[in-house]
């Protein structure tokens, strides 16, 4: 099923047709708006029926594709004919389908260049443990890290833990901090753990006891790490390399988020040498190209720990505006490497998700000052979905959100599993 929208740029002699997967994000959203605007004919191809980019006036075309995750071969063959059909001259994948479109991205790359780096690559950095140990080998910075693949093996080593200080647990494959377990006293002061569809009580007597998760959900297959807790700031970085070199990067602060441990919704633009340098370093030594983001944290003495590694966009792209070249880091990388130029947003670039910086306002209002700040956070960060010129994105949001609470009633899962359930990837024989 293919849909069409109304207005579309002016096709220039230097301008691509650029296929964007991923349209239910809003950074693949921000993206799209950003390459119409320089010149670029975008087209979308999404699993989703209703999502952000379907009425874009930057999109030319979306289509509606099967679900990567439940019916990969199908996927793959659509987005085949499409860049066919569409005579793409660029493919980006956006989200967590990046692992699916890197399984054939051979086949792919007979069409059009796509930006993905090999489907092995995209397992060691997406694997909580195996980029843990990927970086220490490095001789960059990281929290020690345990790999727990059964009940008998978490029993240990809470056993052994609990004795030595305060730690995370959370599993491999998993993402915007879902089913993340903190310290007990971080639960007992934030409602991490909280409830979901009436079994709060029960979640945060779990949590707060840590036992084994549910059968099926820990195994060799689905194994989780313990990680040692550190207190400080988390900071948040999104960049772009090329073969190993930077072309665009950004560090932000990651203050407001869904929940206390959740996904960031609101991005402030920092100037951090640290974290460009540990991000530059571990580009170089493994030679990595794409799109690629990083959790840190900022330790209280300074020191600087990567916590996991998101090998795809991240919400550091609503940090660049139009003239900050991120389009030109995504399709021209080599040439920017040739002149020995990386692209960063301007001083002071903020932005914010703004249905879901409501709810964490709420969360801000009985903080002593802390829902002063919340305020002045809010009325100096632009919403990266709203634009005028461009409205529709706006209020088809309503009808995403509406579309996965169904989905996570009727299938007994949280809102955040419901809007990824068909284009996470958690391991799956390649």
């Given amino acids: 099923m293919t849909t069409r929208s ?7 002699s230097a301008s691509l047709n650029v296929l964007l997967t991923g349209g239910r994000a809003p950074v693949t959203l921000d993206l799209a708006r950003m390459l119409h605007r320089a010149g670029h004919r975008v087209y979308v191809a999404e699993s989703a029926v209703r999502h952000l980019t379907r009425l874009s006036s930057a999109v030319e075309q979306c289509a509606v594709v099967p679900p990567p995750r439940q019916d990969t071969s199908a996927y793959l063959a659509e987005l085949e004919r499409l860049a066919q059909d569409w005579q793409i001259d660029l493919l980006i994948p956006m989200c967590e389908e990046v692992f699916y479109v890197a399984q054939g991205a051979d086949r792919l790359r007979a069409y059009c260049r796509v930006l993905v780096t090999t489907m092995e690559q995209l397992h060691e950095l997406h694997h909580k443990y195996h980029f843990i140990q990927l970086a220490s080998s ?13 009940r008998q093996e978490w029993m240990e080593a809470q056993a052994v833990l609990e004795t030595v200080g305060e730690w995370v ?3 491999v494959y998993s993402r915007f901090a879902a089913k993340v377990r903190m310290p007990a006293r971080m639960t007992d002061e934030t409602g991490t753990g909280t409830d979901q569809e009436g079994k709060a009580s029960e979640n945060k007597r779990r949590y707060l006891r840590n036992d084994p998760p549910e059968h099926g959900q820990l195994s060799f297959a689905s194994p989780w790490v313990a990680q040692a807790y550190i207190p400080g700031q988390m900071l948040c970085t999104y960049s772009v390399a090329h073969e190993g070199q930077l072309v665009a990067h950004a560090t932000y602060d990651s203050r407001y988020r869904t929940g206390s441990v959740g996904a960031s919704v609101f991005f402030e633009q920092m100037e951090h040498e640290g974290a460009l340098a540990w991000v530059r370093t571990f580009a170089q ?3 990595v190209s794409g799109q690629i ?20 966009a991240t919400s550091g ?21 040739k002149e020995r130029k990386w692209i960063t947003p301007a001083g002071g670039s903020k932005a914010m998700l703004m249905l879901p910086m409501l709810g964490s306002g709420v969360q801000q209002i009985f903080g002593k000052g802390k829902f002063r700040a919340w305020i002045a956070a809010w009325r100096g960060a632009r919403d990266v979905v709203y634009l005028r010129q461009d409205i529709q994105p706006f209020f088809e949001q309503f009808s995403v959100v509406l579309t996965a609470w169904r989905i996570a009633r009727s299938q ?16 799956e024989q390649q």
């Avoid at 109304?6 to 220039?12: I, L, S």
């Avoid at 490095?138 to 059964?150: A, E, F």
């Avoid at 007994?412 to 391991?427: C, F, P, R, V």
Wanted: glycine share 10%; with cysteine.
């Fill in 317 to 337: 792209i609503h940090l660049f505006h139009p003239g900050d070249d991120l389009v030109r880091a995504l399709t021209e990388p080599e040439t920017l490497v």
């Fill in 138 to 150: 490095l001789g960059l910075s990281v929290p020690d890290t345990r790999l727990i693949n059964n």
């Fill in 412 to 427: 007994k899962i949280s809102l955040t599993e419901a809007l990824t359930h068909d284009i996470e990837w958690n391991g």
């Fill in 285 to 287: 030594a493994t030679g």
């Fill in 6 to 12: 109304g207005e579309t740029g002016q096709r220039t």
């Fill in 293 to 312: 983001g990083f959790d840190f944290i900022e330790g209280q003495d300074g020191q600087l720990y990567a916590i996991e590694c998101n090998p795809r």
């Fill in 169 to 171: 647990w959370k599993p």
